[in-house]
Each structure stands twice: as C-alpha cells, then as structure tokens.
C-alpha cells in the first residue's frame, strides 16, 4: 500500500506546511480577528484508466482565512457658501491624548 505522505517525494506534507505557515501568519496578524477559525482542506482526487491498473492523482489544499477587520471613520459633509460640496475626515482621538482633535481636508 502506498503512503499518502511520501507520495510525489513528500509534496502532500510539504504542501501541508505551506498552507499551515499561511494559517499561522494569519493568525498572527493584528488586523484579523482572533476569533474567527481557520481551515485547511486537503483533497486528494483519484482517477483510474480504463484498464484500472493505473491512477492519476492530483492533491490540491485550499486554505480558509480570518479576513482582515474593516476600518471604520466619520466624515461630514456639507457645502460651502458659493454651492462647492466638501468633505472632511474627523480623526479620533485617545481620551489619554491631550492634542485636539483634527478634521482633514479630503480632496
């Protein structure tokens, strides 16, 4: 019987670990949200000849990731004097920052 990890000279398990550092990198990244699980699937398709005394075998891994969280801001619109339309990011401030607030331009 054949091993299903050293077939292709150990690709399967080399493949593994490729997507598992994808899955690790993911999880390390700040930006995703810890909580969300993650998943690798491996699948293996077997596809014999008319004779049956051979197979033709392909091993594909598809990785499922944690997207990254979505950035939220406020921006107020409004329109100046002569009918111009302008918007204006409002950047939010720590409640331990002593700077003010700032409201930016968006051009």
Wanted: aromatic letters at 2%; glycine letters at 4%; hydrophobic letters at 35%.
């Amino acid at each position: 019987m054949v091993n299903l990890l050293n077939l292709a000279d150990g690709e399967i398990l080399d493949k593994l670990n490729r997507e598992l550092e994808k899955v690790a990198l993911n999880i390390a990244d700040k930006n995703t949200d810890p909580k969300k699980e993650r998943k690798i699937t491996l699948q293996i398709s077997f596809k014999p000849n008319e004779n049956r005394d051979s197979i033709s075998t392909s091993v594909a891994a598809k990785t499922s990731l944690a997207p990254e969280r979505g950035i939220e801001t406020l921006i107020l619109m409004g329109k100046d004097g002569d009918g111009k339309l302008h918007l204006n990011e409002v950047r939010q401030q720590s409640m331990f920052d002593k700077k003010e607030a700032k409201i930016t331009n968006i051009k």
